[in-house]
């Protein structure tokens, strides 16, 4: 019987709930695809700098004294955050005396206000049509002949002073018309040499001009675009090992294993395979690219060691990247069914068969849901299944948690420190969830329908921001019923101290057989641990498998976008040490292609 218990918690008086408007771009600026967090309250005028908040009683004196507020809600640890942040400031700069600019740290402070969306949005939007125009030197001087004639003296300066809009207010203000101005166009990038003289597009930058709000963004903008071209190599390189291995795997007469297939990719997977590519073990994970629970979850991970504030998609996406830079390769498939009875292990997915000599199981558990109304719609909007991981975005807040076993207990705990006793607990018998159900117009939780068991016409809407459903989970492991040893309720059963399944050479870990903790971390700590105990296996048992494979008929292998970030200057470097003559046989090359094949040529000669 499931029942309900609801948190009496005392929370802020807040005046509505606070929202982000997602711009893609904000004109003038240069700014692509960022999430701006500019809310506008309208309350007496005062300066406009940028101040930080850290506080509600703050935020409120703020609004008490000025006419118009604008507020960023930014992150340290949010990249887009650190690139709106020099624009941010340009606009207070711009609006200085008219708008009061602060600032609030979502990640230390927790400040609250009321906004009304479509009049912000609108007024955005507005402000970005304005900016997105340009002025012609020639259109100014025309503008200048008929106006004021004395100014043409001083037009050049003029011109370079102010930006297109700004210019167009000021002269329509003072003159009561302006000059003629068009749409903006992209500007085409202009073409720099690098080292070797090979011609590239690049953007002319001043960093020498920029402060340091600037020069963060500028970073963060290179650095992006440096992982984007290094995520696109590590790709290509995953699919020719990949197409490799399935080759080996179907050769008739002389398949070759891999010596270690990762069943899941979510952090007990992810861990597993980085430990056991650097142990030199080439190991394949087969699994969707959707990465487990982490990678679904609605909301920031704010507990995950060495990481401060990050979603979970992007955490999964950081552990990926690590694994392949040491070699993992990954099978982005379902596996459909896994063979244990015989040797080397026969992992099917709808593309390949792979062929293991042994594996780690990390297949991990879903949570059970309800199946009410509204659950998948809330999920991420203050629906959770996960108390420990969730709750402390829901601190002094009202909040109900679902179920009526330890689970759910367990829950309420982490909340409240206590239940039955504890005074902000009320505990609803014999009652189940009928909805849960949004703030009008949002999709954010605001309350839970609870219907009684006893009397179905009886159902109370209990005020709600979160609501926690703990009804146990179900462990992934239907792909090894008779294969393996499990407990009743289907988690995989390991040996004590060690990772080791019933089966020789299979291993098991995070949520799969974890019934008690159930945390990325403990999740990733366990995948460590099956890594390391698979190799030991590997070694006391002296099992071969693709680690020990020449590369294609002893010849070195060569792929030309291995050196497609390589400057002109390393790959000069690279063909003198291998004794090649570049200007003589490179005679004619213009590009830096034909120099890197030039240089693959040698390497597989």
């Not at 007496?44 to 006419?67: D, P, S």
């Not at 995070?510 to 971390?521: E, F, L, M, S, T």
Request: some cysteine; aromatic content about 6%; proline content about 4%.
């Amino acid at each position: 019987m499931a029942s309900l218990i609801s948190s009496k918690w005392s929370f802020w008086p807040a005046r509505g709930v606070s929202h982000r408007i997602p711009l893609s771009r904000l004109a003038a600026h240069g700014a692509r695809m960022l999430r701006v967090s500019l809310l506008f309250v309208f309350a007496a005028l005062g300066a406009a700098e940028v101040e930080e908040v850290t506080n509600q009683a703050q935020f409120q004196k703020i609004l008490a004294n000025n006419a118009a507020v604008a507020v960023d809600f930014y992150s340290t640890t949010c990249g887009p955050c650190i690139m709106i942040a020099p624009k941010y400031k340009e606009l207070s700069k711009e609006y200085d005396g008219k708008v009061k600019f602060i600032k609030v740290n979502v990640q230390t402070a927790y400040v609250g206000i009321q906004i009304r969306m479509r009049q912000a949005v609108a007024m955005i939007a507005r402000k970005a049509e304005a900016m997105d125009i340009e002025v012609s030197l020639g259109a100014l001087e025309a503008f200048y002949q008929k106006y004021d004639p004395s100014k043409l003296d001083g037009i050049d300066e003029i011109y370079e002073k102010y930006p297109a809009y700004k210019l167009v207010q000021i002269l329509k203000k003072k003159y009561g018309a302006a000059p003629e101005f068009t749409k903006k166009t992209p500007a085409k990038p202009k073409k720099v040499e690098d080292e070797g003289g090979a011609s590239s597009k690049a953007k002319e930058i001043d960093i020498k001009k920029m402060d340091l709000e600037d020069l963060k963004a500028e970073i963060y903008r290179r650095e992006s675009a440096t992982e984007e071209k290094e995520m696109e190599l590590m790709v290509k390189k995953n699919e020719r090992r990949r197409e490799k291995i399935i080759e080996r795997c179907a050769a008739e007469g002389g398949a070759v294993p891999v010596k270690l297939a990762v069943v899941g990719a979510g952090p007990a997977g992810m861990t597993a395979a980085i430990y056991a590519a650097r142990a030199g073990l080439k190991p394949v994970v087969v699994a969707p690219s959707m990465g487990g629970q982490l990678m679904s979850k609605g909301v920031n991970v704010e507990n995950y060691p060495g990481i401060f504030e990050a979603s979970g998609g992007d955490i999964v996406r950081l552990m990926k990247k690590q694994a392949m830079r040491f070699a993992a390769t990954f099978e982005e498939e379902a596996a459909l069914s896994v063979d244990l009875s015989s040797r080397p292990f026969k992992i099917t997915t709808n593309n390949s068969v792979i062929l293991a000599q042994s594996i780690v199981i990390a297949t991990g558990a879903d949570s059970r849901w309800l199946g009410v109304p509204g659950e998948d719609d809330l999920k991420g909007g203050g629906v959770s299944s996960c108390a420990t991981c969730d709750g402390f975005l829901y601190s002094g807040k009202p909040v109900v948690v679902v179920g009526g076993g330890d689970t759910a207990m367990e829950d309420a705990l982490v909340l409240a420190n206590a239940v039955l006793s504890n005074p902000k607990i009320t505990v609803m018998w014999n009652s189940t969830v009928a909805e849960f159900k949004a703030v009008e117009g949002s999709n954010v939780l605001g309350s839970v329908a609870v219907r009684s068991t006893t009397d179905e016409t009886n159902v109370t809407e209990i005020p709600a921001e979160a609501a926690f459903v703990a009804i146990g989970h179900i462990p992934n492991t239907q792909l090894f019923n008779g294969q393996l040893e499990m407990t009743e309720n289907g988690y995989l059963i390991t040996k004590p101290a060690s990772t080791k399944c019933s089966v020789d050479g299979v291993f098991a870990a995070g949520d799969v057989a974890d019934w008690v903790y159930r945390q990325a971390v403990t999740s990733a700590g366990s995948g460590s641990s099956a890594a390391l105990d698979a190799e030991r296996w590997l070694s006391e048992h002296m099992v071969g498998g693709d680690a020990d494979e020449p590369e294609e008929d002893g010849k070195e292998a060569c792929h030309p976008e291995d050196y497609e970030s390589w400057t002109m200057k390393q790959i000069r470097k690279e063909l003198q040490e291998r004794g090649v003559n570049a200007a003589e046989e490179c005679r004619g090359c213009m590009e830096k292609s034909q120099f890197i094949e030039v240089l693959c040529r040698h390497i597989q000669a």
